[in-house]
T-cell receptor
C-alpha cells in the first residue's frame, strides 16, 4: 500500500538554526498538507498546498515557515530560525482528490523536531 | 474559523464494553467529519468518516452518528478489545478541495482487561 514518507524521523537542532523537513506524498496525490503535534496535544493545521501554491495557512504558519515542492515528488517544510516552541512532531499529509472529492487524508509517520 | 470540542479527554472501559466519544463543532458550513486513531508514537490513521448527507455510518464494531442541527457527532466502539487502546481524534472540515481538517483535542481510550 502506498505511503507518505517523511525524513528525518527525528532532528535535534539549536535555537535559531534553519530546519528543513522533507516529505514524499503518495505519487498520484494532488493536495499536500503540513500539521504539527506538540507532545500530548492535538494535531494542529499548518498549511495546505495545491497546484504549486499555498491554499490556506494557519496563524501558526508565520514568516518563519515556508513550503516548497522543488520537484515532482518532494514537499518540504522549512523553518528559518527555530524557536524552542517549534519543538513538536510534524506530520505531512496528502490527499488524492481533496476533501470535496471524498479524498481521505493520509499522514506520514512524522518528523520529530527538538529545539534546544 | 472552525472549533472542534471533544469529550471526554480520557476514557477507561472494561474489555467487551462499549465506548462513546462525543464532539461538537462550531462552523455550520462543515460537512465532513473524520475520526482518527493514533497509537503511541504513530501517525494518525483514519478509522471512519461521515459526510453531512447521512446521519449514521457503521463499519463493523465502529459507528459514527451526526446531528447537524445540534452540530455534534459521536464515535461508538462496541465490544472493545485491548487493541482499541489509543488516542482518538474527531475532526471537521468544509467540503472544498484543499480545505483543512480541524482536529479535536483527543480522547485517550484505555481498555481494561
Amino acid at each position: 500500500e502506498p505511503e507518505v514518507t517523511q525524513t528525518p524521523s527525528h532532528q535535534v537542532t539549536q535555537m535559531g538554526q534553519e530546519v528543513i523537513l522533507r516529505c514524499v506524498p503518495i505519487s498520484n496525490h494532488l493536495y499536500f498538507y503540513w500539521y504539527r503535534q506538540i507532545l500530548g496535544q492535538k494535531v494542529e493545521f499548518l498549511v495546505s498546498f495545491y497546484n504549486n501554491e499555498i491554499s490556506e495557512k494557519s496563524e501558526i504558519f508565520d514568516d518563519q515557515f515556508s513550503v516548497e515542492r522543488p520537484d515532482g515528488s518532494n514537499f518540504t517544510l522549512k523553518i528559518r530560525s527555530t524557536k524552542l516552541e517549534d519543538s513538536a512532531m510534524y506530520f505531512c499529509a496528502s490527499s488524492e482528490l481533496g476533501l470535496a472529492g471524498a479524498g481521505e487524508l493520509f499522514f506520514g509517520e512524522g518528523s520529530r523536531l527538538t529545539v534546544l | 474559523g472552525e472549533n472542534v470540542e471533544q469529550h471526554p479527554s480520557t476514557l477507561s472501559v472494561q474489555e467487551g464494553d462499549s465506548a462513546v466519544i462525543k464532539c461538537t463543532y462550531s462552523d455550520s458550513a462543515s460537512n465532513y467529519f473524520p475520526w482518527y486513531k493514533q497509537e503511541l508514537g504513530k501517525r494518525p490513521q483514519l478509522i471512519i468518516d461521515i459526510r453531512s448527507n447521512v446521519g449514521e455510518k457503521k463499519d463493523q464494531r465502529i459507528a459514527v452518528t451526526l446531528n447537524k442541527t445540534a452540530k455534534h457527532f459521536s464515535l461508538h466502539i462496541t465490544e472493545t478489545q485491548p487493541e482499541d487502546s489509543a488516542v482518538y481524534f474527531c475532526a471537521a472540515s468544509q467540503d472544498s478541495s484543499a480545505s483543512k481538517i480541524i482536529f479535536g483535542s483527543g480522547t485517550r481510550l484505555s481498555i481494561r482487561p
